[in-house]
């Protein structure tokens, strides 16, 4: 799944150099790199997060494509994101930072966790219980471009093996 993804990243770039869609080029990111978010955390916020009550929804703010949720052509549903679909996830994320203040203190990440940790009230409820759950720490990783870490790699391949589906059966 993360090399497929991490495929899908390199045409990513190709294709959104010339695209009129989403061209992530246009646009400065203060967040982390498009190739860890690809391969780090597309995995997890995509299953954590998308589902089509919820961040799969293109109603909500911070709206969130993924394999089996909101997709930009129904057709694409099961298969890999497409390029134009990662691209406007990344945006959608780094939307959250554009005052540039200090990681911890990004509405994504503060939307996410429990108010008794120092979060915000989140209509979904709480995803983190604390800032040292794996996926809190993934994403507060790649949100301060520290994403090349070893820990930080660990934290989103820990956070995205808890949740991703068994499909072994």
Not at 54 to 75: E, F, P
Not at 142 to 163: H, Y
């Amino acid at each position: 799944m993360r090399l497929r993804v991490a495929t899908l990243l390199i045409g990513l770039w190709a294709t959104l150099a010339g695209c009129n869609e989403t061209n992530i080029d246009e646009v400065p990111l203060t967040v982390g790199d498009p190739v860890s978010f690809a391969t780090d955390v597309q995995t997890y916020v995509g299953y954590r997060c998308s589902s089509l009550d919820c961040h799969g929804d293109m109603g909500r703010t911070l709206r969130i494509y993924s394999y089996r949720g909101l997709r930009l052509q129904d057709a694409l549903r099961e298969e890999g994101l497409s390029p134009n679909e990662l691209g406007e996830n990344l945006l959608s994320i780094a939307a959250f930072d554009s005052l540039g203040g200090p990681v911890g203190e990004n509405q994504i990440l503060l939307k996410a966790l429990a108010v008794s940790a120092g979060g915000m009230a989140h209509e979904g409820g709480a995803v983190w219980q604390s800032t040292s759950e794996p996926g809190y720490r993934c994403l507060a990783a790649w949100l301060a471009q520290e994403s090349a870490d070893a820990n930080a790699q660990a934290a989103c391949t820990e956070a995205t093996d808890a949740i991703l589906p068994d499909e072994s059966n």
